[in-house]
């Protein structure tokens, strides 16, 4: 019983941790892996805009993060860019419409996101 009360114990403290972490920790870290599901492959694992998928692409991805390149693009932008597609915002016709695949939501936090890994302004 008393092995049983100490792994209790340990298991509320980890909770109450946890706990610690703030809701902008916890949209980034959602945006991050939504990132590494969606957008690595072509804009890389480094957010550099060098992913597998670049070899033979005539326009090269985004590197976001490149900050001055970043800071020109209004938040909107990205939105629509996540959104619509690249075509939506006269960028590349092979970055592909992300409505039907995430909500709303999170392409709100993938732009926030993108600024997060610019560091080029906040959300």
């Not at 941790?17 to 590494?36: E, F, T, V």
């Not at 619509?84 to 936090?109: F, H, R, Y």
Request: aromatic share 6%.
């Amino acid at each position: 019983m008393n092995g049983f009360m100490i792994a209790v114990g340990a298991l509320a403290g980890f909770l109450l941790l946890g706990q610690g972490a703030s809701a902008a920790d916890a949209k980034i870290d959602h945006a991050s892996r939504l990132y590494d599901t969606y957008c690595a492959q072509c804009h890389g694992v480094s957010r550099n805009g060098k992913g597998v998928n670049t070899v033979g692409l005539s326009v090269q991805p985004r590197d976001h993060s490149d900050t001055a390149a970043m800071a020109s693009l209004p938040r909107d932008q990205m939105v629509r860019a996540i959104r619509e597609g690249g075509a939506a915002v006269n960028k590349s016709a092979l970055m592909p419409s992300w409505a039907s695949v995430l909500t709303d939501a999170e392409i709100e936090q993938m732009a926030d996101y993108l600024l997060y890994v610019c560091k080029c302004g906040k959300p």
